[in-house]
């Protein structure tokens, strides 16, 4: 079963609680509206439920996972903005056709349980928020119910803020702040997190952004050596050969994961010279992630 972990699609109710507010994150018509007097117009065809299932099917996956997408910045909105957006998300992600599947978005502990139960996988979450001093002890309540419930975290760009300000190039927020975020959050979780979270499955996307490619510069500076961690996941997305080559050469393989960032991305697969190696990334590994989400996905 060829699984996709990391895609995003906004389902009707969704797009409708966005256009229903009345300052950023907003969306105008297909204008989305950004903190900071950022904008963008998106492609109506991106989030064409029809279409997406047929991109799906194209691709040859069995299983696809969305979110809202945490660089939106919707968890630092009031508590009554998070909770309505994350109603209006879930009401529409998880009436989704096959093969959708949703991840929740941070909208506290009691809401995050009732998400799980009714049918969301796991939760997205912004990788700031993890690198941040003091991060896991905020996270904490969160992070116990998806321990509890053995359902995987999945660590995701917070707003760029103003490090997209405009007249950068439309590649710098994906490029500079994300990878820098994701970088921060890798290593805030290998110091401390899976310690403090033995059972929580994790899932970081873009690779980490490289993070574990930095654990010779760690142990230069003082640090111990990187172990391997088969609950703490890398997903591809946005990159290709090299650097996936790059990483298995610090992880190994079992820990790699295929995702997409469709429709930011186009889905690309490493040319790693075997079958069972592209077998591991898109369909066992991912299956291991997912392993305590009911209707379990089989390798």
Do not use: K
């Not at 992070?143 to 190039?169: S, Y």
């Not at 403090?196 to 142990?219: I, K, N, S, T």
Request: proline fraction near 10%; aromatic fraction near 6%; charged fraction near 20%.
């Amino acid at each position: 079963m060829p699984i996709d972990l990391h895609q995003h699609l906004w389902p009707a109710p969704f797009l409708a609680a966005l256009r229903e507010r009345r300052r950023p994150p907003r969306l105008v018509g297909w204008r989305l509206e950004l903190p900071g007097e950022r904008s963008c117009e998106i492609d109506p065809g991106n989030h064409d439920v029809a279409a997406r299932v047929a991109l799906a099917a194209a691709d040859g996956d069995d299983l696809v996972c969305v979110a809202p997408s945490a660089g939106l910045g919707l968890d630092r909105l009031s508590e009554g903005e998070v909770s309505e957006l994350s109603a209006a998300w879930l009401e529409g992600a998880l009436a989704l056709p096959a093969p959708f599947r949703a991840w929740a978005m941070p909208a506290g502990p009691d809401a995050l349980a009732r998400a799980l139960a009714g049918g969301a996988i796991g939760l997205e979450l912004g990788a700031d928020l993890l690198a941040a001093p003091g991060g896991l002890d905020m996270l904490a309540p969160m992070l116990r119910v998806l321990e509890e419930a053995r359902r995987p975290l999945l660590v995701h760009p917070g707003p760029a803020g103003t490090a997209d300000a405009p007249g950068r190039p439309g590649w710098w927020a994906p490029v500079v702040p994300y990878v820098a975020q994701l970088h921060a959050a890798w290593w805030a979780w290998a110091e401390g997190g899976r310690e403090r979270f033995p059972d929580l499955p994790v899932c970081f996307v873009a690779l980490a952004g490289l993070g574990p490619l930095h654990g010779e510069r760690r142990r230069a500076r003082g640090g111990g050596p990187l172990t391997v961690d088969p609950l703490t996941f890398l997903e591809t997305s946005s990159y290709g050969t090299q650097a996936v080559d790059a990483v298995i050469r610090v992880l190994g393989i079992d820990v790699l994961c295929h995702g997409s960032d469709r429709p930011y991305a186009a889905p690309t697969l490493p040319r790693l010279g075997s079958d069972a190696a592209l077998h591991g990334i898109r369909t066992a590994n991912p299956a291991r992630l997912l392993a305590h989400v009911p209707q379990e996905v089989s390798a």
